[in-house]
């Protein structure tokens, strides 16, 4: 079982996710379901609180890479706040740098934070995200396509 936690917390119509150990995609669908949500209720904008992400997985960044796509659509910032610098690499590396804008802010608010327990996902769903996730990350960064053709190859041919 994965060690990823997400906490998220609403105040003054911004959303802050805070993400605890290596961000994969075993909490995607949670940071999915969350945003979307957020997106829906029309916040100013969402923040991811990277000080304790200990690394990222490329179904993560596929994921958060759609969840900006859709917030850029209505005009919805997505902040990356105090990612370390491996973390801004990996988004960096795979053309994200402007998807995002990053900022580091210690700030200690007194937020109200909500524990999410990363959900179980069916396999079909699990799947479904992987190569959304993928695809996407190819979508927005063609050079991405050497690196991820194979698993949405693989998840294509793939039976249910």
């Known amino acids: 079982m994965s060690q990823e936690t997400l906490a998220v917390a609403v105040q003054e119509n911004i959303a802050r996710i805070r993400v605890n150990g290596r961000a994969t995609f075993g909490c995607s669908e949670d940071l999915k379901k969350f945003?979307?949500?957020?997106?829906?209720?029309?916040?100013?904008?969402?923040?991811?609180?990277?000080q304790?992400?200990?690394?990222?997985?490329?179904?993560?960044m596929g994921i958060l890479t759609m969840v900006s796509l859709s917030a850029k659509k209505q005009n919805i910032p997505i902040e990356i706040n105090?990612?370390?610098?491996?973390?801004?690499?990996n988004l960096?590396?795979?053309?994200?740098?402007?998807?995002?804008?990053?900022?580091?802010?210690?700030?200690?608010?007194?937020?109200?934070?909500q524990e999410v327990e990363c959900s179980e996902v069916s396999?079909?769903?699990?799947?479904e995200n992987v190569l959304n996730a993928h695809?996407?990350?190819?979508?927005?960064h063609e050079p991405n396509r050497k690196e991820f053709q194979d698993?949405?190859?693989?998840?294509k041919e793939s039976p249910e």
């Not at 105090?82 to 690499?89: F, G, I, K, P």
């Not at 998807?99 to 210690?106: K, L, P």
């Not at 695809?135 to 927005?140: A, F, M, P, R």
């Not at 698993?151 to 998840?155: A, D, E, G, R, W």
Request: glycine letters at 2%.
């Open 35 to 50: 945003c979307t949500l957020m997106l829906e209720r029309k916040v100013e904008k969402i923040v991811l609180e990277m």
């Open 52 to 60: 304790t992400c200990a690394g990222m997985d490329s179904t993560f």
């Open 82 to 89: 105090n990612a370390s610098e491996e973390n801004r690499q």
């Open 92 to 113: 960096f590396s795979l053309g994200l740098k402007n998807m995002f804008s990053f900022t580091s802010n210690t700030e200690t608010t007194t937020l109200k934070w």
């Open 123 to 127: 396999q079909e769903k699990h799947s």
């Open 135 to 140: 695809q996407t990350l190819i979508d927005v």
């Open 151 to 155: 698993i949405i190859t693989f998840l």
